[in-house]
């Protein structure tokens, strides 16, 4: 199991998982290959540090149910959760921290790119394009 993330770390990969509820309404990562990203990040000293999906519907905020799947698939709170909403013509993302069912939004920089930036606050900072399901950094030298 993945250990967290620094927050300011650069994402600097990505690993596409399918989605084992194959509905377009929930989406639930398959257990077997989520394993197989886990194994392999441990196997390269790679940290995963988050997950993504979509909401086609609804707002970028995590749904009871990502709260509830959350808890299973990241028993340890160690991953962020970046969600991306396509209810308007301009897809929207956020990403959050739910530990204990309790959710705390966390900034994402894109390409270096964050116009409201806070250095007192907590940032997730992501390569454009490599924000898409489970995340990794290089946990042997930091970056």
Known sequence: ??????????????????????SSTRFRLEPNE????????????????????????????PSPTDVTDSARFDPLAAFVHLIVSLRHAEPAMRCFTIRDGQIAEVRIVVDGFDPTADQGEPIARAAAMSIVDPVGRNASDGS
């Open 34 to 61: 989520m394993l197989r990203v886990e194994a392999d990040s441990d196997r390269r000293k790679r940290v995963i540090a988050g997950v993504m999906h979509s909401h086609v519907d609804t707002s970028p905020y």
């Open 1 to 22: 199991m993945s250990a967290p993330a620094t927050p300011g770390t650069p994402v600097d990969e990505f690993h596409p998982i399918d989605n084992a509820a194959a």
